[in-house]
T-cell receptor
Framework: NAGVTQTPKFQVLKTGQSMTLQCAQD?????MYWYRQDPGMGLRLIYY???????DKGEVPNGYNVSRLNKREFSLRLESAAPSQTSVYFC?????????????FGPGTRLLVL | EDKVVQSPLSLVVHEGDTVTLNCSYE??????LLWYKQEKKAPTFLFML????IEKKSGRLSSILDKKELFSILNITATQTGDSAVYLC???????????FGKGTLLTVNP
């Protein structure tokens, strides 16, 4: 049981390049999330997916697109990377702990846009 | 707009000290208050609080929620260097288990 996995762990892009961050979970969770974390800003929600086939914008969606490929996988795409998108990206999925919902996080992807 | 504010933003203590981290929230539809610990990697879940006045405890860590005054505290007693981390507070008031995070408290425990 791997939990939430993310690839790649680290990526360097040039401004204008595109890339897709991959996320998968094996906990049979319905809900999945993409966050970015910047120094002094905490975790900010980019997009989330409440269930397979649905996606919704979070707090900072501009410049990103997502795909909920199936129940396990939720990918985040940067179509034209900008230096402002340099950040650490975390994927999470939500499930129940002791009767209440909580989120489990992947190990993160560190992205540097030059 | 839902808001979560943590204080202090950073804290430096010596091993053996007791620390209290604060989290206040303003939300339209409160569901739960969560605490996470983050040590240079993914946040790991510590506690979830939904009821006022009931302390949750795990070893040297404990947390309590005050729904009337809209805040929670996380206590760590007899701190160790391994407690050094960013502690994140989040409110789970949104639909679909969405969380609103505070900016975190950076705790440094010196030997």
């Amino acid at each position: 049981n791997a939990g939430v996995t993310q690839t790649p762990k680290f990526q360097v892009l040039k401004t204008g390049q595109s890339m897709t961050l991959q996320c998968a979970q094996d906990m049979n969770h319905n809900s999945m999330y993409w966050y970015r974390q910047d120094p002094g800003m905490g975790l900010r929600l980019i997009y989330y997916s409440a269930s397979e086939g649905t996606t919704d914008k979070g707090e900072v969606p501009n410049g990103y697109n997502v795909s909920r490929l199936n129940k396990r996988e939720f990918s985040l795409r940067l179509e034209s990377a900008a230096p402002s998108q340099t950040s650490v990206y975390f994927c999470a999925s939500a499930g129940r702990v002791a009767g209440s919902e909580t989120q489990y996080f992947g190990p993160g992807t560190r992205l540097l846009v030059l | 707009e839902d808001k979560v504010v943590q204080s202090p933003l950073s804290l430096v203590v010596h091993e053996g000290d007791t620390v209290t981290l604060n989290c206040s929230y303003e939300v339209t539809n409160f569901r739960s208050l969560l605490w996470y610990k983050q040590e240079k990697k993914a946040p790991t879940f510590l506690f979830m609080l939904t009821s006022s006045g009931i302390e949750k405890k795990s070893g040297r860590l404990s947390s309590i929620l005050d729904k009337k005054e809209l805040f929670s505290i996380l206590n760590i007693t007899a701190t160790q260097t391994g407690d050094s981390a960013v502690y994140l507070c989040a409110e789970g008031g949104g639909s679909n288990y969405k969380l609103t995070f505070g900016k975190g408290t950076l705790l440094t425990v010196n030997p």
